[in-house]
């Protein structure tokens, strides 16, 4: 479990990096930490791994105290970093086991947890050759085995695909979901909006050190984007002047052969809706809700906060 | 304790092991290593040869513990290397942050670099020196005594953990590989400066002098290695990705420490002063058991030994005796001599410099020189007994009336300066070593301009018109 409350760093320039950051993320649950470059994710990180000390604020993370507990959180927290961090002149297995004996792992636990992360992540075949000559992708993946080799209760993994081919993506956020299965508890700090919508169960928006959106994503397209949209299209144009609207709907766009409208409430209102088309015998071929993606919500948050235009 | 060892042992091995298999660090190293003994060997021989036309085998026989010396110092310059780029270049490589993330003890992350960085050149060091010691059994020339080795070898070792601890608080404390190569000199010049000294204490013969700089190297090693300890923080190492040199800032930090809380200079002596005095209790305290000791020492070592090395029969004494009462004569005019403010100057200068050098050193070199001022007091007193003056007289007229004010201030001063020197060795979490230094400073000129200068100002005075009076009125009792 992750909590912070009012979390704050600042630096010796008087720069505050990171400024009353309140998370909650549960075990079992994935949030996802997105922001510009510099926003403060990876102070936040640091801060939770017990590597900056807050300025302000606490933090507990695996029920231990952040300024109290340090050891006692490095030994629960398996930490992927910005930079993948390998030393290039060690195998594969060397390195994992080398990490494996800093968490106090011992040779047989050490030897077993190695193994099944090389062939996880279908490094084993290239364990025994020097972590330099590996792909981008595969010093990754060997930095997130790393990140696992002492089965911890929380991750926090930034950027934890850069870098890799989609199939090894793939492979990555297969475990990862498969780590929040087993209830660990996840923070992701990436750029890759179509992988935090595709994995977090939360999401939190970062900017200039302070969160201006925190929560579920169904509930962050909700608060930012308005009410959810549907559209109705049709087989040939179609007039739609004469429909009458169900309360709870009105028209957001429309054209010849599509109508789009914005509704509070699907449930109640889209029976009443889809009655009132076939009454007219529209020639309705779909009625779908409008796909509205992570990106939207975090482009629109953005642009405000810039003080910028959004264009959809 | 063992899992202590444990994993500073992993530290350092997975280093060796790094190190090891990068032919760019050993290639270079081995050649060096195994070159050097050949051209010293070389050398030796063209020595033999070249003393041996002019007789200089007295010289010939120190060239030996010299040249090891300089052998063993020279993997240990170009090796610094490794302890130099120690933590900076884990931090470029972006390597250190999951060593960091992990629950490694600060110390044992230190320690386990620190390992590496005098376990390295000293495996090169003494694998020079035993090629050169086996090429000279084929010269002509007198093999080192095995004490006289052995203390050689002793020697190199305290040059390595010098070294090397200084290189590894600079690689803390450095941002780039490239500012801590460029501070790397602050390092070899002092070490090559120290090398020549320890060199003439060779040539002079008398090796038992040596073992003075390995205790003092070794001390000094230990500090810096205290100094790294203590100050080593992750968040240090992270926190920062630029160095500024923010002049506003440390003037902010100087004076913020400097004036305190005061609002006046009346506040200032009334409230803040007091504060940073009460603070030197311990010090003093200490400062003056070195220095009286000192005095002690130096006066008992005049009496017991000088005897036996000069003639100091009644006509000698006597002849001194009027010479002293002739020249006393000139003190009248001391002050067109010894202007107060020359001597003010000098006196405040000597304070500084005592700083200066306990500032690089923790404090120890300030409190050296400071007993080697006290030990010439001591002598003084000393001599005076031997003459069969009374050193009471001497001291009471000659010394205490301007001593108050200026033994004082320098035993204030001195004290000032070991506390901060003891600062910088203490660890502070929420500050950083510059910050420290320049908080050290701050407290060390509250006292020097609050206490030590009007002290030596008063004492400039009392010596230049007070003293020579003085001494004029009890020379007849001498």
Not at chain 2, 277 to 286: M, N, R, V
Not at chain 2, 363 to 387: P, W
């Amino acid at each position: 479990m992750i909590e912070t409350n009012d979390l704050s760093k600042q630096f010796n320039n008087n720069f505050w990096a990171v400024q009353g950051v309140t998370l909650n993320v549960q075990p079992g649950q994935i949030l996802a930490l997105l922001g510009q470059n510099g926003a403060g994710k990876t102070t936040t990180v640091r801060m939770l791994t017990a590597l900056l000390a807050p300025t302000r604020g606490s933090a507990r993370v695996a029920g231990f105290d952040v300024t109290k507990n340090p050891k006692e959180i490095r030994m629960n927290v398996g930490v992927l970093t910005e930079q993948h961090g390998l030393y290039l002149r060690m195998s594969g297995d060397e390195y994992l086991d080398y990490f494996g004996k800093i968490y106090g792992l011992d040779a047989q636990a050490r030897a077993v947890r190695s193994k099944y992360l090389l062939d996880y992540f279908g490094l084993g075949e290239a364990a025994r050759r020097r972590s330099g000559e590996y792909s981008k992708g595969m010093k990754q993946k060997l930095a997130l085995a790393r990140s696992l080799m002492h089965n911890p209760s929380v991750l926090l993994l930034d950027e934890p695909t850069s870098a890799m081919d989609p199939e090894s993506s793939r492979l990555v956020r297969d475990e990862i979901a498969r780590l929040r299965s087993s209830q660990r508890t996840i923070i992701i700090c990436t750029h890759n909006l179509a992988e935090a919508e595709a994995l977090a169960d939360h999401i939190a928006i970062i900017y200039r050190g302070k969160i201006l959106l925190n929560g579920a994503l169904d509930e962050l397209k909700q608060r930012v984007l308005g009410p959810v949209e549907y559209e109705a299209r049709f087989a040939d144009a179609f007039d739609t002047s004469g429909l009458s609207l169900p309360a709870g709907a009105e028209v957001a766009s429309r054209s010849e052969t599509s109508l789009k409208f914005r509704i509070e409430a699907p449930q109640v209102v889209n029976p009443g809706l889809v009655r009132a088309l076939a009454s007219m015998n529209a020639p309705l071929i779909s009625f779908h809700e409008v796909p509205r993606k992570l990106e939207q919500v975090y482009l629109k948050t953005m642009a405000e906060a810039q003080g910028l235009a959004y264009a959809a | 304790m063992r899992r202590n060892w444990d994993a500073i042992w992993m530290v350092a091995r997975r280093e060796f092991i790094d190190q090891f298999r990068d032919w760019r660090i050993v290639a270079p190293m081995v050649l060096l290593m195994a070159l050097f003994p050949f051209v010293a060997d070389d050398t030796t021989q063209d020595s033999i040869q070249f003393m041996g036309r002019f007789g200089g085998e007295l010289i010939l026989e120190r060239l030996v513990p010299f040249v090891i010396l300089v052998i063993g110092f020279f993997p240990l310059s170009f090796t610094l290397v490794v302890a130099l780029e120690s933590f900076v270049g884990e931090k470029e490589r972006g390597t250190i942050e999951p060593i960091l993330s992990s629950p490694l003890d600060d110390h044992q992350i230190y320690l386990g670099k620190l390992l590496v960085g005098i376990t390295t050149p000293l495996v090169f060091s003494f694998f020079s020196i035993t090629i050169y010691l086996i090429l000279i059994t084929r010269r002509d020339v007198a093999f080192p005594s095995p004490y006289l080795l052995a203390l050689v070898l002793l020697l190199t070792f305290a040059h390595a953990v010098l070294m090397v601890s200084s290189a590894i608080v600079i690689s803390v404390q450095a941002t780039t590989v490239r500012a801590a190569n460029l501070l790397a000199s602050f390092v070899v010049v002092p070490v090559a400066f120290l090398l020549q000294g320890e060199t003439a204490l060779i040539f002079w013969g008398n090796e038992s002098v040596l073992w003075y700089a390995i205790v003092g190297v070794t001390l000094l090693s230990a500090l810096i290695v205290r100094l790294g300890v203590s100050h080593f923080r992750r968040e240090y190492l992270l926190g920062r990705e630029i160095d500024t040199f923010n002049l506003k800032q440390m003037g902010r930090v100087f004076i913020g420490r400097f004036v305190g809380n005061a609002e006046s200079i009346r506040d200032w002596y009334a409230f803040e002063l007091p504060e940073t005095l009460k603070q030197l209790k311990k010090p003093l305290a200490l400062v003056t058991l070195l220095g009286v000791a000192a005095i002690v020492a130096s006066y008992l070592w005049v009496v017991v030994n000088v005897p036996a090395f000069l003639d100091i029969s009644p006509e000698i004494t006597d002849r001194i005796k009027t010479l002293v009462n002739e020249n006393l004569t000139d003190f009248e005019d001391l002050s067109t001599q010894m202007p107060v403010p020359v001597l003010f100057y000098h006196n405040a200068r000597a304070v500084v410099i005592m700083l200066l050098l306990g500032i690089v050193s923790f404090g120890t070199l300030g409190v050296t020189l400071f007993l080697v001022n006290m030990g010439l007091v001591g002598g003084v007193l000393g001599g005076a007994s031997l003459l069969g003056v009374s050193p009471w007289l001497l001291f009471a007229a000659g010394i205490l009336p301007h001593g108050i004010f200026e033994l004082s201030a320098v035993f204030l001063s001195v004290s000032a300066t070991l506390k901060a020197g003891a600062l910088l060795v203490t660890p502070q979490q929420d500050k950083s070593l510059g910050e420290l230094l320049l908080v050290a400073l701050a407290d060390w000129f509250r006292v020097f301009i609050g206490v030590a200068l009007p002290l030596l100002a008063v004492a400039a005075v009392v010596e230049v018109f007070v003293t020579p009076q003085l001494l004029k009125m009890v020379v007849p009792y001498f």
